[in-house]
């Protein structure tokens, strides 16, 4: 508990230090005219301001480990928040192209809850990678295993995918549709299984085998298709192979971690210069701060729920949520 007063005194640090030079540049005469101009894209600022990158890490944090979708989730927020222009905001890149890579780079703030969270584990797979935790290197070549999919098959199309679907709408409201019918279904077929089916017996991650493992990263790639969240198929991946709810998503936190990272990185090398070209790095650093913060209470909420309820709430929220979306945007399209 010490630990983490230190911790939370050192983050809100560093939110001040960040936050503060925002709003020392707040008129408040132009407040409401601005807020009434934040939904309009031809009005918006010329860059990711302060007020878009809390929003969006807050929608980052919350969304990236529940089953409902955090790309869905960011693509609309970024429609709301009237970043989906073509408004250039540098001599190369839009709006919407800024918007775009931020959305991908403040996963850096999930992946740090993460490694707050799951230090443990993290430090035991670490110590079986040199010879000294037989248990952790086994579950971080099962980790291994269920990454490679969704890296051979993520780099071969990821570039096509964004050209196909990329922020369309119209493919993430069925994407969560079609995902909230699937939860409903799986969780449906978990309640009634008996309980001396193998499907009980997985009490450690490191039980399941590689076909396992393997199996989990196959699912992780529908995940691929905007809308559809990774974490919702790799928790029912871990259902199906046999895992608790619980141990389901604790298998999708850590393979996230590995996932996500990845998926950063990349966006660092192929996309770095529109962030460092198109806005400061003080308010990309607040989003990640709030993704990361938000993330830590998110996480902890999906495992209490799914521990007392199972997918089912999440299902209807997606389910619900793709008709409003349908609804809000559909006649703009």
Not at 63 to 87: A, C, F, M, Q, R
Not at 235 to 256: D, H, M, N
Not at 283 to 303: D, E, N, T
Request: charged residues 15%; hydrophobic residues 50%.
């Amino acid at each position: 508990m010490k630990n983490f007063t230190h911790i939370l005194a050192l983050l809100l640090w560093l939110f001040f230090n960040a936050a503060l030079p925002a709003f020392a540049e707040i008129n408040p005469n132009s407040f409401l005219e601005n807020s009434e101009q934040i939904l309009q894209s031809e009005n918006h600022s010329k860059h990711l301001d302060y007020i878009d990158c809390i929003l969006l890490g807050l929608v980052e944090g919350i969304t990236e480990y529940l089953p409902i979708s955090s790309t869905g989730h960011l693509l609309i927020s970024n429609e709301l928040l009237g970043l989906n222009s073509d408004i250039p905001i540098s001599d190369n890149y839009s709006l919407k192209e800024a918007a775009f890579a931020y959305i991908i780079i403040i996963q850096a703030g999930a992946i740090l809850a993460v490694l707050f969270l799951y230090w443990k584990t993290i430090f035991e797979i670490l110590m079986g990678f040199i010879g000294k935790n037989p248990k952790g290197r086994r579950l971080g070549l099962l980790l291994i295993t269920a990454f490679i999919p969704a890296a051979v098959i993520g780099l071969a199309l990821n570039d096509w995918i964004e050209q196909q679907l990329g922020d369309n709408l119209i493919a993430i409201a069925l994407a969560l549709f079609l995902g909230g019918i699937v939860m409903l279904i799986t969780e449906k077929r978990r309640k009634k299984a008996p309980s001396d089916q193998p499907q009980s017996k997985l009490e450690n991650l490191d039980q399941l085998n590689f076909k396992q493992a393997f199996s989990v990263g196959l699912a992780q790639c529908l995940a691929l298709w905007p809308g559809m969240s990774r974490s919702m198929v790799t928790i029912i991946g871990g259902y199906w192979v046999g895992l608790s709810p619980q141990k389901a998503a604790e298998f999708s936190f850590l393979l996230g971690l590995i996932t996500l990272s990845a998926a950063s990185a990349y966006k660092v090398l192929t996309d770095g210069a529109i962030l460092t070209q198109t806005m400061p790095i003080q308010p990309m650093l607040l989003g990640i701060l709030v993704a990361f913060i938000s993330a830590i209470y998110a996480i902890r909420f999906l495992v209490n729920c799914l521990t007392r309820y199972g997918l089912t709430p999440f299902a209807w929220y997606r389910i619900v949520f793709s008709f409003v979306i349908l609804l809000l945007f559909l006649p703009k399209i």
